[in-house]
């Protein structure tokens, strides 16, 4: 329902500015529904890691002995879960968009190749960003406030709303060039053919790397930091 009435939104607003961000109406629309298909994989509303729990309940200790790094198992764990979420929740909204209002489907093996690395990158970059807000709960206690806020910064400067073409001026410069961008937006340019596929990549990857790199750095800083239960 709600892929359905964004697609009407941006159907209305492409109407009325015919070649906006250099999207047609069924570029507009295939956008809407590329997008739908990313919140589950990507949790873009936040989520989808248990650390948070962990911490307050002491089990973060067990974690943080165990011979395994803790930010690459929580990566092998999310990863694992946004196969599937894509499979179940992702496809089905794509394929729903396809039948009541027609989307683009790439003929071109080569932008599928594109689109599927962009898309795997972006996961880790979404993991990335939601692993640091996990990590917070250390200092914070409660990661509510945090949550919160990674929303809206994610809804608004992904790409997730409208495509970030549109944001005018500084806005839209500032926009491109942050990490979220690399979630939604990127990715689903790949899929359209509307973004250079090595700039692209070579721009997710560095945001994936940046954001591992701090995570690393926070899960090292909470091993002097973590005060257990009755410890």
């Given amino acids: 329902m709600f892929g359905v009435l964004r697609a009407y939104i941006l159907i209305a607003l492409w109407q009325s500015r015919p070649g906006l961000a250099g999207y047609d109406v069924t570029d507009a629309v295939t956008f809407c ?9 990507m949790q873009l509303f936040g989520g989808g ?19 395994a790094s803790l930010q690459l198992w929580s990566l092998a764990e999310d990863l694992g879960r946004a196969a599937y979420l894509f499979l179940v929740r992702g496809i089905p909204p794509m394929l729903l968009g396809a039948a009541l209002f027609g989307i683009v489907v ?17 996961v880790v970059v979404s993991f990335g960003w939601r692993y640091l807000i996990a990590l917070s709960v250390c200092w914070l206690v409660d990661d509510r406030g945090m949550a919160v806020l990674s929303l809206v910064l994610t809804t ?5 709303m409208v495509p970030l073409h549109i944001f005018p001026g500084w806005l839209g410069d500032l926009a491109a ?18 973004a250079p596929v090595l700039e692209t990549l070579a721009f997710q ?24 239960q009755g410890g």
């Fill in 177 to 194: 060039s942050l990490p979220w961008a690399a979630m939604v937006q990127l990715p689903t340019d790949l899929y359209l053919g509307k």
């Fill in 106 to 122: 790439p003929a071109d093996p080569g932008r599928w190749a594109a689109f599927l690395t962009g898309f795997a990158i972006a």
């Fill in 205 to 228: 990857t560095f945001w994936a790397v940046i954001l591992l790199g701090l995570g690393a750095l926070g899960t090292r800083a909470i091993r002097h930091k973590v005060v257990i």
């Fill in 156 to 160: 608004f400067f992904s790409g997730m």
């Fill in 33 to 41: 529904f590329v997008t739908q298909a990313f919140i589950g994989p």
């Fill in 49 to 67: 890691l248990g650390i948070p729990e962990r911490i307050r309940s002491g089990d973060i200790a067990l974690d943080l002995v165990r011979p």
